[in-house]
């Protein structure tokens, strides 16, 4: 993960300079105090001081993020192209030039010192998301021979291995509980802050956070397949993929470096000729259009805004590939969504049932709970987590295809099966079936001696935040579609439910991307919400791939944000902070152009010197870092 630790911009005002410049900038700082108190009695001694000032206070902003950074890139690019730290760079040594010292040593204090306080600021947003790499266990508890515990490396850990984990460590790896029971915090997975109550066959994570129990789990993923190693991926690659304004800014930045030097030399050659000025008064009014139009805060106006955005958003149990798909979300026309596991919880409940008055209703209950017992059907868990059985009863049952279940109690028949094999059905049960199938279920019919007597009423229902979320991109004016592969039927009545706009249905996985492509083309920057394999190609081919945490490896290696525990109310906050990211993007870029052209007029009017604009230059960009971190604490 050291990309993590990588600058986030090469040609920008952000660098990382550690300890040592800090010391330099205040040894600096001393020595043009000292010069002020000389400036009467020792004027030469004075300059001096000033002079070593501006070398000591600026030589990693200046020289090495300056100069150094342009023969760098120049080397590299085969083409001159300045950073705009250089700006200050010559500023600072024309004023001392002529005869200016106090003022260019004036200059990279404050510019240094500014530098110092935006990294800072800056730095508050990169710890929250690179403090995830102090959160990965690094050693586990391994069963040996003889239930003897050894310690290992987790990156040395198989699957199959089994491993005891003590009250109060990290979970070291992904796995299944075999034995105990606990509570689990799983904030740094899906940002939930209430623990989690696990048992045996309750499946765990690497780098939670165990409660006061102790138990022993098996791990079922290697260390690079973890939930946990997925998200430093995410974290890695979001690091360097940037917004399209930033990529915008920063091809534009060496092209502007450019201007303002050609700009500075024409003042300063012109303004004698045209303006009268004197030679030094030109150079002096050229310096200060050099500081004032020096494009720092137009550097700095993504930065912390991207960085702000994704840490405030992975705090919550949302991650990205990088902040460029997290803007692209902030403008998306339409959003389409599969069905089962995204907005369904992925599995059939119970919605509905009918039994007939002439059976004992609980007697019924108990002879449907011992047939589906013995059923590998998946509505049978369904019907067993509804239903509890009064008593426990044995009934040997067949399974016949097409047939359904059936079986022999106190020598009477008792058969489940869909609708269409029974003959001899009440019109009251017929009406019911056809009710129940319109609002999307699947209904099975219960028999006694070939005569229905019950009915139970399954579908696959709709997550707990499914409605609100369809609601809030309704409102936002977002096209919003239900892609299936289920039935009309089935499909329909989801998107009934939800207020989905369009419902498209009996879906083959490889109609999914033809689908989404034709969305782009109608609607312009479209997302894909999907948790299965089947959703790989439509969530490639969405301009912004959105997978459930919970759905397959194969969905979140391909998507471009990755909701954990697959919470839609995640989608709707990543969506509210990436509208609001490009707000203040854009925020930042203008008032920082305002900035530079007030800065460039009071110039040329003689309004301005270097000290006031050197102010006015450094206070906009802090003002910029500030205003993105509020992303921070982003409701």
């Not at 300079?17 to 600096?28: A, C, I, Q, S, T």
């Not at 209430?194 to 129990?213: A, C, H, L, R």
């Not at 969305?519 to 459930?548: H, S």
């Not at 902070?577 to 007030?598: G, T």
Request: hydrophobic share 45%.
């Amino acid at each position: 993960m050291e990309e993590i630790k990588k600058q986030q911009t090469q040609q920008g005002c952000n660098h990382n300079h550690g300890k040592m410049p800090v010391v330099l900038y205040f040894v600096g700082l001393l020595l043009a105090i000292s010069g002020l108190f000389l400036t009467r009695s020792n004027t030469f001694l004075a300059n001096v001081l000033f002079s070593l000032a501006s070398i000591s206070a600026g030589y990693h902003v200046i020289i090495l993020a300056g100069v150094g950074s342009t023969i760098k890139n120049s080397k590299l690019k085969g083409k001159f192209t300045p950073n705009s730290h250089i700006l200050m760079g010559i500023a600072a040594l024309g004023a001392s030039l002529i005869g200016s010292f106090w003022e260019g040593a004036l200059l990279i204090l404050i510019f240094s010192g500014a530098h110092f306080l935006e990294e800072f600021a800056e730095g508050r947003s990169k710890r929250e998301i690179t403090n995830l790499l102090k959160m990965n266990p690094t050693t586990a508890r391994l069963i040996v021979a003889n239930n003897e515990i050894k310690i290992v490396e987790v990156n040395d850990l198989k699957i199959g291995d089994r491993l005891q984990v003590l009250n109060g460590d990290q979970v070291p790896i992904d796995g299944v509980i075999l034995s105990g029971s606990t509570s689990i915090d799983e904030s740094s997975i899906n940002g939930e802050s209430i623990p989690k109550e696990k048992s045996k066959g309750d499946v765990v994570f690497g780098s939670t956070i165990n409660g006061t129990g102790t138990f022993t789990m098996e791990v079922t993923k290697e260390n690079k397949d973890t939930v946990f190693a997925k998200i430093l991926q995410l974290v890695n690659q979001n690091q360097d993929n940037q917004t399209r304004a930033s990529s915008i800014i920063q091809r534009f930045m060496p092209n502007y470096v450019k201007s303002v030097l050609l700009a500075t030399a024409l003042v300063i050659l012109f303004g004698p000729l045209i303006f009268g000025w004197t030679w030094s008064k030109s150079i002096y009014i050229g310096l200060v259009l050099l500081v004032g139009a020096s494009p720092c805060a137009l550097a700095a106006a993504t930065v912390s805004v991207t960085l702000s955005a994704t840490s405030n958003l992975a705090s919550r149990g949302v991650l990205s590939r990088g902040s460029t798909y997290l803007s692209q979300l902030g403008e998306i026309k339409a959003i389409s969504f599969d069905k089962t596991g995204t907005l369904t919880v992925g599995k059939p409940k119970v919605t509905n049932y009918h039994f007939d008055e002439t059976v004992n209703n609980q007697e019924l209950i108990d002879i449907i709970v011992a047939l589906e017992r013995e059923s590998n059907h998946p509505l049978a868990n369904a019907i067993l987590e509804k239903f509890e059985a009064k008593n426990d009863l044995y009934i040997k049952v067949e399974n016949q295809i097409g047939e359904g279940l059936k079986g022999i109690y106190e020598n009477n028949t008792y058969r489940i099966g869909k609708p269409t094999s029974f003959t001899s059905v009440k019109s009251e049960y017929e009406l019911l079936n056809e009710e129940y199938s319109l609002d999307g279920n699947t209904v099975v019919y219960v028999s006694k001696n070939d005569v229905v007597v019950g009915m139970i009423a399954l579908m696959d229902v709709a997550s707990e935040y499914a409605k609100e979320t369809i609601d809030y991109f309704n409102q936002a004016g977002i096209v919003t579609t239900l892609i299936t592969g289920d039935s009309k039927m089935t499909g329909q009545a989801v998107g009934r439910q939800l207020g989905i706009d369009h419902v498209l249905a009996n879906v083959m996985p490889q109609d999914k991307s033809d689908i989404i492509e034709k969305q782009k083309e109608t609607y312009g920057t479209t997302a894909m919400v999907g948790d299965g394999v089947n959703d790989a190609p439509a969530l490639v081919i969405a301009d912004i791939g959105i997978a459930m945490g919970d759905g397959t490896d194969v969905a979140v290696d391909v998507s471009d944000i990755v909701l954990m525990q697959s919470d839609l109310t995640r989608l709707v906050k990543a969506h509210e902070i990436a509208l609001k990211m490009n707000k203040i993007i854009y925020q930042n870029i203008i008032f920082s152009m305002a900035v530079v052209a007030f800065l460039v007029i009071v110039t040329l009017l003689g309004l301005s010197n270097i000290s006031i604009s050197v102010v006015v230059h450094e206070g906009s960009t802090i003002v910029v870092i500030l205003n993105g971190l509020r992303l921070l604490k982003a409701k």
